[in-house]
């Protein structure tokens, strides 16, 4: 799989891993558990599994065994005892990246078996537009959504912290972590890593499943950009949030059985980061639908609007402070240094590039990645005309693989409210790195 291919990929895709319980012909030892990669892996890269327990393992061996047919086509050692992680004091970790032939296998170990998984070279060829199915369901308003009926059609009555209007028309867009709240923060990073995706590798990303002529990864991009120009509702004001706390005390229910779908207020707000990451959001937009659409009514629509809310940045706070708390910034200096850079990339302005070099500069590494902590994508953009920022995604990754070493599962960042998102963040980076470089480092 090419570099570019892998990039579209991460940016979408939510690995997991799982495992089930099974006899085997090896003494059965309790309380012994197997953990794959549940998608598979690639022939020609790493494989590794781990084994957790509450006691020592008394075995020293793995097999792998032909899912299908139960005939042991590999055998090989257990790494010794790594520690505690969690509630189990032994972990051990398997590896058989020398063994790539093609099929679907099974580990064996302590008498236990893993769930079955995949050597494969396509492993990866439908997560993409598999997760893009997902996007439907999490659509609101009258957006043709999935799995669930048009809702909240009534976004919103009111606006809280701007008493100069009433109701306004903020319909659409996509909820958000399994509830019916919409944040301005999270949407724009949802929409803006959709268009990267496309723009980085057009080929990989051109898909168009439902033979429209439009590619799906774009359709869904176009559901936030929707939503996203709707909250610009007045001159330079923003809606950065639609619904309140209330929505997390209604319990399970479909979105067009929402109670409270009459009583959704909209909050106005506004801060130097959400202006950045909207402003590179519209501008991205801008370029892919001059260049892919020909469209040059609606880029110039999506341009204006972002370099107005870019022109704002120095009149407003630092970062906006949301109303139920969630998904506040902490700084700023990172997402206006990418809405800098994708305005230049978008106008060929050099006053965006300048104040992107700036911003960037001063935003030095981050050491994290989350709908916040988002610097590398600004330095990765930037890279290309200023070398030194591709330093301060090199200093992030050098943190994560400190982290990596010190634990079994070899996460780079600790546990934490979205790890999915960040482990594949840091992930994300290391790419960007190789891209930027051409080193493996």
Not at 127 to 135: G, N, Y
Not at 285 to 312: N, Q, S
Not at 386 to 402: G, K, Q, T, V, Y
Not at 411 to 425: C, D, V, Y
Request: proline content about 2%; overall charge neutral; hydrophobic content about 35%.
């Amino acid at each position: 799989m090419d570099l570019q291919k892998k990039l579209s990929n991460l940016i979408l895709l939510l690995i997991s891993v799982t495992s089930i319980s099974c006899s085997a012909s090896q003494p059965l030892q309790e309380n012994l558990y197997i953990r794959v990669n549940q998608v598979g892996y690639l022939p020609a890269k790493p494989k590794h599994a781990v084994i957790f327990a509450e006691k020592a393992v008394k075995t020293t061996e793995f097999k792998l065994i032909d899912a299908k047919s139960g005939k042991e086509v590999y055998k090989g050692s257990l790494s010794g005892n790594l520690g505690s992680w969690g509630d189990f004091g032994f972990n051990y970790k398997i590896d058989f990246s020398d063994f790539a032939v093609t099929g679907k296998y099974r580990v064996v170990a302590g008498g236990k078996q893993s769930s079955s998984f995949s050597i494969n070279a396509g492993i990866y060829s439908t997560v993409a537009d598999s997760l893009l199915e997902f996007f439907k369901i999490q659509r609101c308003g009258p957006t043709n959504p999935k799995m669930h009926k048009i809702c909240h059609i009534y976004d919103s009555p009111r606006v809280d912290g701007d008493n100069s209007v009433t109701g306004i028309d903020v319909t659409g867009g996509l909820h958000d972590a399994g509830d019916y709240i919409k944040f301005l923060n999270t949407s724009a990073y949802t929409t803006y890593m959709l268009l990267l995706s496309y723009d980085l590798n057009r080929s990989v990303s051109n898909f168009d499943n439902d033979r429209n002529s439009v590619p799906d990864i774009l359709e869904e991009a176009k559901v936030g950009i929707d939503w996203l120009i709707r909250c610009n509702y007045k001159d330079t004001k923003l809606i950065t949030q639609v619904q309140d706390n209330r929505d997390h005390e209604q319990g399970w229910r479909l979105p067009e059985n929402d109670p409270i779908k009459f009583d959704r207020p909209a909050f106005a707000g506004r801060g130097k980061s959400i202006i950045g990451l909207y402003s590179a959001t519209l501008a991205l937009a801008a370029k892919i639908w001059r260049d892919r659409f020909k469209d040059d009514a609606a880029a110039d629509r999506f341009l204006a609007i972002a370099e107005k809310m870019y022109a704002i940045r120095g009149s407003v706070p630092d970062v906006d402070v949301t109303n139920t708390g969630m998904y506040s910034d902490r700084n700023y200096l990172g997402k206006l240094a990418l809405g800098a850079i994708e305005l230049y990339n978008a106008t060929k302005k050099e006053n965006y590039l300048l104040d992107a070099k700036e911003y960037s500069g001063k935003a030095k590494s981050d050491y994290w990645w989350s709908w916040g902590d988002m610097n590398s994508l600004a330095h990765f953009r930037i890279g290309a005309y200023a070398r030194e920022n591709i330093d301060f995604i090199n200093s992030n990754l050098i943190h994560f693989n400190s982290s990596r070493q010190k634990n079994i599962y070899e996460e780079g960042a600790a546990f934490s409210w979205g790890t999915t998102n960040t482990l594949l963040g840091c992930a994300l980076q290391a790419v960007f790195f190789k891209i930027s470089t051409g080193k493996n480092d």
